[in-house]
């Protein structure tokens, strides 16, 4: 089984190939460039790379939240379109999920933070004591303090994975629990784990058609929560 992923959830961009849990290709850049301008050049340079079609694909499986808004709509925008070019089925993989599958340590729990601003983040923990993350809770969005709290009960090593993860590493140096940064190479997200999350999802049977692909935001756009203050503020 062959599937296609990309992530276009945050600053960094990446497209991969795997095949029945074989890495097979993945570029991952991490520039001030637009996912707009990097997205379809790595897409079209990792195919040529593989010696592969969309129509070698089983599966095209992208990021879909959370994240930032406008680099979560690239991406899905670009499966989309490739997934009705040639009639292939999509998955929908939750950006924290998908960093489960960057790494795996016994008796660890790895913490998947992105940084949602406002003194929040976007997170989910997971078991990643064996080849298959086995998740703690739902994906959410909480304040680093909050995190901090639940962190210190946990009683376990915990890793931090994400492009939070330095953020909430210098905020918590003070806590109380056996707490670790994700090494460079294996912090952020990046398609091939995508690619590896969707394989798992894929043998569940829980595909989509690229018609009902979609965001999947865990709070709504700065702009819309603007603009309902400013009209709550209008109508008292």
């Known amino acids: 089984m062959r599937i296609f992923a990309v992530d276009t959830s945050a600053k960094s961009a990446s497209a991969a190939v795997t095949e029945n849990g074989e890495i097979k290709g993945e570029f991952f850049i991490n520039t001030m460039l637009t996912h707009s301008e ?9 195919l040529k790379s593989t010696r592969l079609s969309l129509s070698d694909i089983d599966c095209l499986a992208v990021n879909t939240g959370p994240g930032s808004f406008t680099g979560l709509r690239i991406g899905i925008a670009a499966i989309k379109g490739m997934a009705f070019a040639v009639k292939k089925p999509c998955i929908a993989v939750s950006t924290l999920e998908s960093m489960a599958y960057n790494l795996s340590e016994p008796d660890t729990v790895l913490c998947a933070v992105m940084d949602a601003r406002c003194n929040q983040v976007y997170n989910a923990l997971f078991d990643v004591s064996s080849d298959i993350p086995q998740r703690l809770c739902d994906d959410r969005a909480l304040t680093i303090d909050e995190l901090s709290k639940e962190l210190e009960a946990l009683g376990k090593k915990v890793v931090l994975v994400g492009d939070g993860a330095k953020l909430c590493f210098s905020r918590m140096s003070g806590i109380e629990c056996d707490l670790h940064i994700a090494a460079e190479n294996v912090r952020y997200q990046r398609a ?6 969707a394989e798992r999802l894929f043998e569940e049977v829980k595909t989509v058609g690229a018609d009902t692909l979609m965001p999947q935001y865990l709070r709504l756009p700065q702009a819309q929560r603007e603009l309902m203050a400013k009209q709550k503020l209008s109508n008292k």
């Open 38 to 46: 990097t997205l379809m050049p790595m897409t079209d340079a990792l």
């Open 192 to 197: 091939s784990s995508t690619a590896l999350a």
